[in-house]
T-cell receptor, first 112, second 116 residues
Framework: GEQVEQLPSILRVQEGSSASINCSYE??????FPWYKQEPGENPKLIID?????ERKQIQELIVLLDKKAKRFSLHITDTQPGDSAMYFC???????????FGLGTRVSVFP | GALVYQYPRRTICKSGTSMRMECQAV??????VAWYRQSPQKTFELIAL?????????EQNFTQEKFPISHPNLSFSSMTVLNAYLEDRGLYLC????????????FGSGTRLLVI
């Protein structure tokens, strides 16, 4: 089945700077890549996603990039704020018969 | 819009007992339902994938005998944790999607299970 690697596991950034999380996958047939944000004690919430027919997508301060040849995708949070502190999970899927395979998560901490 | 209601939100059960959690899809047809578990300090593991009118597929390390799932129609699914022990504690999530609606799953609010 699909394997997703996510790095780094911990990321500390200063408020106002950018945070970048990188994920790689193994199955070249994967075509959907969502990102989830999880606050302590809460369920994960979808914050942005990208499909294999795109290379870049931006929603406000969130940018996702997809490199299908390298089988990598990344999340970039620009102008980080304290509210961006949370766990972030990347995931990959190639069809509904597979479900989603999640990365191990990145704990982002934004300090003043 | 598409919503998935999952309940209970939190539950405590005594070691060796069982508990059931349910998911209700609203606004779309839940052709596929995936159940995940997030153990403390870990990522989400897929327990099983259920597709209406097909057999339920369990992932390695998870069995029907331990996590029986029901998916009787296009709006409802339930999963029971049988004979729960400490290692079963964590956040259980159901995610549902509709065939032809892309690969994006809509997740429920999660059921946080504490075993005492």
């Amino acid at each position: 089945g699909e394997q997703v690697e996510q790095l780094p596991s911990i990321l500390r950034v200063q408020e106002g700077s950018s945070a970048s999380i990188n994920c790689s996958y193994e199955d070249s047939a994967s075509n959907y890549f969502p990102w989830y944000k999880q606050e302590p004690g809460e369920n994960p919430k979808l914050i942005i996603d990208i499909r294999s027919n795109m290379e870049r997508k931006q929603i406000q301060e969130l940018i996702v990039l997809l490199d299908k040849k390298a089988k990598r995708f990344s999340l970039h949070i620009t102008d980080t704020q304290p509210g961006d502190s949370a766990m972030y999970f990347c995931a990959a899927s190639w069809n509904y018969a597979q479900g989603l395979t999640f990365g191990l998560g990145t704990r982002v901490s934004v300090f003043p | 819009g598409a919503l998935v209601y999952q309940y209970p939100r939190r539950t405590i059960c005594k070691s060796g007992t069982s508990m059931r959690m349910e998911c209700q899809a609203v606004g779309f047809q839940a052709t596929s339902v995936a159940w995940y578990r997030q153990s403390p300090q870990k990522t989400f593991e897929l327990i099983a994938l259920s597709t209406v009118n097909s057999a339920i597929k369990y992932e390695q390390n998870f069995t029907q005998e331990k996590f029986p799932i029901s998916h009787p129609n296009l709006s409802f699914s339930s999963m029971t944790v049988l004979n729960a022990y400490l290692e079963d504690r964590g956040l259980y999530l159901c995610g549902a999607r509709e065939t032809g609606g892309g690969s994006d799953y809509t997740f429920g609010s999660g059921t946080r299970l504490l075993v005492i």
